[in-house]
């Protein structure tokens, strides 16, 4: 028995275009909030790759801090923490702007927890939007520039 030859054609496929946008147009201030060490510099490293300055500290109280004495664009912040979750931390963030009149900072929940229903906690919690870990770097760029752009309007 044989089997058939198939000749494939050669051509050039055209490239995609880049869905974000390139390294050196990323120029904002990122705060990372995760407990777990891994997961927080996989997420500054990627941000830092893209040309963000990056802050990225392990606990809500740390944010908080950091937020109280530095501007950053956004902050990213896993859900569930030991110290404090990200569901606290969002809270009293906003409950501080509205007390001080300050302007909201973006912020999206970045966590293993991706139900609808811990979407729909998390915006209620005052969240600007939700990404599943593990993170999909186009889908966390593109909610980035997203908040940002809400923010700044």
């Known amino acids: 028995m044989t089997l058939p030859v198939v000749t494939v054609g050669t051509h050039e496929a055209k490239p995609a275009p880049p869905v974000v946008p390139p ?25 830092v790759s893209r040309g963000a300055r990056v802050q990225a500290v392990s606990s809500a109280r740390e944010a908080l801090e950091l937020i109280a004495s530095r501007k950053f664009d956004v902050l990213l912040a896993d859900l569930r923490m030991p110290d404090g979750d990200g569901y606290e931390l969002v809270r009293t963030l ?16 970045v966590t293993a927890y991706a139900a609808p229903s811990d979407r729909e906690r998390a915006m209620a919690a005052g969240y600007d939007a939700h990404v ?18 809400a923010a700044r309007v």
């Open 132 to 149: 599943a870990k593990p993170v999909d770097t186009d889908e966390l760029m593109r909610a980035i520039a997203r908040v940002i752009k």
């Open 23 to 47: 390294a050196e147009s990323l120029s904002i201030d990122v705060l990372v909030v995760d407990d777990e060490g891994d997961a927080r510099d996989l997420l500054a490293f990627t941000l």
């Open 94 to 109: 906003r409950a501080r702007e509205d007390r001080r009149g300050l302007a909201r900072l973006a912020a999206i929940a």
